[in-house]
C-alpha cells in the first residue's frame, strides 16, 4: 500500500508526502528527521489516502502539488 498525506505545518503552510509506511514517516516528521518540515514543527496531518498502485499515488502527489492540485486541497480542506 502506498499511501499520499498533507501536513499542516506550524507556520500554515502545507507540505505533500508519499510514503509505503504512514506511521513510521509521520514520526520521523514530528520528530524533526525530515529536512522539508524540520524548522516547521509541529506538524498536524490532515489528509491521507490510501493507492494499492504506486504509480497512481506518485501520479496523485504529483497533482496535488500542482496549481490546481493545491486550489483543490484549500477548497476541500478549508472550505475556502
Known amino acids: 500500500m502506498q499511501y ?3 501536513l499542516l505545518c506550524s507556520d ?4 505533500t508526502g508519499c510514503t509505503s509506511d504512514l ?5 520521523r516528521h514530528q520528530n524533526g528527521q525530515v529536512p522539508a518540515t524540520k524548522g ?7 489528509f491521507y489516502c490510501a493507492f494499492k498502485n504506486k ?12 496549481g490546481s492540485g493545491r486550489a483543490f486541497m ?7
Not at 500554515?12 to 507540505?15: D, I, K, R, S, V
Not at 516547521?40 to 490532515?46: D, H, Q, S, T, Y
Not at 484549500?74 to 475556502?80: A, I, M, P, W, Y
Request: aromatic share 24%; no cysteine; proline share 3%.
Open 12 to 15: 500554515g503552510n502545507l507540505y
Open 74 to 80: 484549500l477548497k476541500r480542506f478549508f472550505n475556502t
Open 55 to 66: 504509480y497512481k499515488a506518485f501520479e496523485y502527489e504529483i497533482y496535488l502539488k500542482t
Open 23 to 27: 506511521k513510521e514517516r509521520f514520526l
Open 40 to 46: 516547521r514543527l509541529p506538524v498536524e496531518l490532515i
Open 4 to 6: 499520499v498525506y498533507v
